[in-house]
């Protein structure tokens, strides 16, 4: 299906949320809390089925309490329910004092409050230390809710599929959009205009992340933005692209050559790097340490000469965030596991000739991975 109109009409599996609280818990002696402020809404959403803008989420071991403001009053009790935590979270609605108010009151005097480190600013972390008072520790913590949200269950991973259905449709739609690129001096940033449409009219939430769209010397920049550039016969066009559904994300890049099949030095870099995701997409498996993968696509890359010009990691995580772990690059010691949902995405970037980059994402299964991407990458334009 390529026409307009949201694609799926068929329910997914719901979300497991009611037990997320509890094995948040369990890291809490490892991290050396007593509980957790959580302030990474992506974190606060994993937790509770929360999606509003504002929130801070505190958890013990006896409870845990959810604040927002009062645009959110309904909908907080509403998404709260429909996750299976309205009965285990308490909600305060109010003011941004209120808010800090019910937190500091709902900790007491417990010792140790953990902090998420990478989310809350220096001057977020004096304020909090002003209002628990002295005998309260603020103790940075990294990674306990994202080390919990790194293995999928099936729900997540049927938002992430569903997603990256929606997007692998959408660029079927707009790849006759490039065939007349040249005829119709398409630019790179209506390609992109287009591919997000495409998308939302499909039924995502929005895109993954700003859509890169590089056509020509720009497809040398690995982020390069979509701009006025004039899409040409022979160029090399880098596609990077992904659709939210239901808060979860897909990515996907595909590179093609306008106008038929690329010539010399480029035609090597499609070759070089295509083999270099087929390895490192081959190399995904249960017990695999990531920063493996990356050798893989790596190896590849080196040998034809361009190990320079390999110039970022092999993949990353992904779901609620476009980037989470595990990190998939030189040195990543994470080992991945079923469940695990991560790209592999090798590139050669060559200034003044072009650059080329694949990327699949990919879910860890029992025996091995399963694409969750599916458009092919050898679409003759």
Same mark, same amino acid.
């Given at each position: %299906?390529?026409?307009? /109109?949201?694609?799926?009409?068929?329910?997914?599996?719901?979300?497991?949320?009611?037990?997320?609280?509890?094995?948040?818990?369990?890291?809490?002696?490892?991290?050396?809390?007593?509980?957790?402020?959580?302030?990474?809404?992506?974190?606060?959403?994993?937790?509770?089925?929360?999606?509003?803008?504002?929130?801070?989420? #505190?958890?013990?071991?006896? &409870?845990?309490?959810?604040?927002?403001?009062?645009?959110?009053?309904?909908?907080?009790?509403?998404?709260?329910?429909?996750?299976?935590?309205?009965?285990?979270?308490?909600?305060?609605?109010?003011?941004?004092?209120?808010?800090?108010?019910? %937190?500091?009151?709902?900790?007491?005097?417990?010792?140790?409050?953990?902090?998420?480190?990478?989310?809350?600013?220096?001057?977020?972390?004096?304020?909090?230390?002003?209002?628990?008072?002295?005998?309260?520790?603020?103790?940075?913590?990294?990674?306990?809710?994202?080390?919990?949200?790194?293995?999928?269950?099936?729900?997540?991973?049927?938002?992430?599929?569903?997603?990256?259905?929606?997007?692998?449709?959408?660029?079927?739609?707009?790849?006759?959009?490039?065939?007349?690129?040249?005829?119709?001096?398409?630019?790179?940033?209506?390609?992109?205009?287009? #591919?997000?449409?495409? %998308?939302?009219?499909?039924?995502?939430?929005?895109?993954?992340?700003?859509?890169?769209?590089?056509?020509?010397?720009?497809?040398?920049?690995?982020?390069?933005?979509?701009?006025?550039?004039?899409?040409?016969?022979?160029?090399?066009?880098?596609?990077?692209?992904?659709?939210?559904?239901?808060?979860?994300?897909?990515?996907?890049? &595909?590179?093609?050559?306008?106008? /038929?099949?690329?010539? /010399?030095?480029?035609?090597?870099?499609?070759?070089?790097?295509?083999?270099?995701?087929?390895?490192?997409?081959?190399?995904?498996?249960?017990?695999?340490?990531?920063?493996?993968?990356?050798?893989?696509?790596?190896?590849?890359?080196?040998?034809?000469?361009?190990?320079?010009?390999?110039?970022?990691?092999?993949?990353?995580?992904?779901? #609620?965030?476009?980037?989470?772990?595990?990190?998939?690059?030189?040195?990543?010691?994470?080992?991945?596991?079923?469940?695990?949902?991560?790209?592999?995405?090798?590139?050669?970037?060559?200034?003044?000739?072009? /650059?080329?980059?694949?990327?699949?994402?990919?879910?860890?299964?029992?025996?091995?991975?399963?694409?969750?991407? %599916?458009?092919?990458?050898?679409?003759?334009?």
């Amino acid at each position: %299906m390529t026409g307009a /109109g949201p694609l799926f009409a068929e329910p997914l599996p719901p979300l497991d949320v009611s037990g997320r609280l509890d094995r948040l818990r369990e890291t809490f002696p490892k991290a050396g809390v007593d509980g957790l402020l959580v302030t990474a809404s992506a974190n606060i959403r994993w937790l509770t089925g929360f999606t509003g803008s504002a929130g801070l989420l #505190l958890v013990t071991s006896e &409870r845990a309490v959810l604040t927002s403001d009062g645009r959110y009053r309904t909908q907080s009790q509403e998404q709260l329910a429909q996750a299976g935590v309205a009965s285990v979270v308490d909600i305060v609605i109010g003011g941004a004092q209120a808010q800090r108010e019910a %937190m500091v009151a709902a900790w007491g005097a417990t010792p140790n409050l953990g902090l998420e480190a990478d989310d809350v600013t220096w001057s977020g972390q004096r304020a909090w230390d002003e209002a628990v008072g002295a005998g309260v520790e603020l103790v940075p913590t990294r990674g306990c809710v994202e080390a919990l949200r790194q293995v999928k269950d099936a729900g997540e991973v049927a938002r992430m599929e569903r997603a990256a259905a929606i997007a692998d449709d959408a660029l079927a739609s707009v790849v006759p959009l490039l065939v007349r690129a040249e005829a119709e001096s398409v630019t790179e940033a209506f390609v992109a205009a287009a #591919l997000d449409h495409a %998308m939302r009219v499909r039924g995502a939430e929005d895109s993954a992340f700003e859509t890169i769209v590089a056509s020509g010397p720009n497809s040398a920049k690995p982020h390069a933005r979509p701009g006025d550039r004039q899409i040409r016969s022979g160029d090399p066009v880098v596609i990077d692209f992904g659709a939210i559904y239901e808060g979860y994300r897909s990515d996907m890049t &595909r590179t093609f050559c306008i106008g /038929g099949e690329p010539h /010399g030095e480029l035609a090597r870099v499609f070759s070089v790097v295509a083999e270099s995701q087929r390895v490192g997409v081959a190399a995904v498996a249960p017990g695999v340490v990531a920063g493996d993968v990356d050798r893989a696509c790596r190896d590849v890359i080196a040998e034809a000469g361009w190990a320079e010009r390999f110039e970022h990691g092999t993949g990353h995580g992904v779901g #609620l965030d476009i980037h989470e772990a595990p990190s998939v690059g030189p040195g990543a010691t994470a080992i991945l596991a079923p469940g695990v949902v991560a790209t592999v995405e090798p590139g050669v970037y060559l200034a003044g000739v072009g /650059g080329v980059r694949i990327e699949d994402t990919l879910v860890v299964v029992e025996n091995g991975r399963r694409s969750l991407t %599916m458009f092919p990458k050898d679409v003759p334009l």
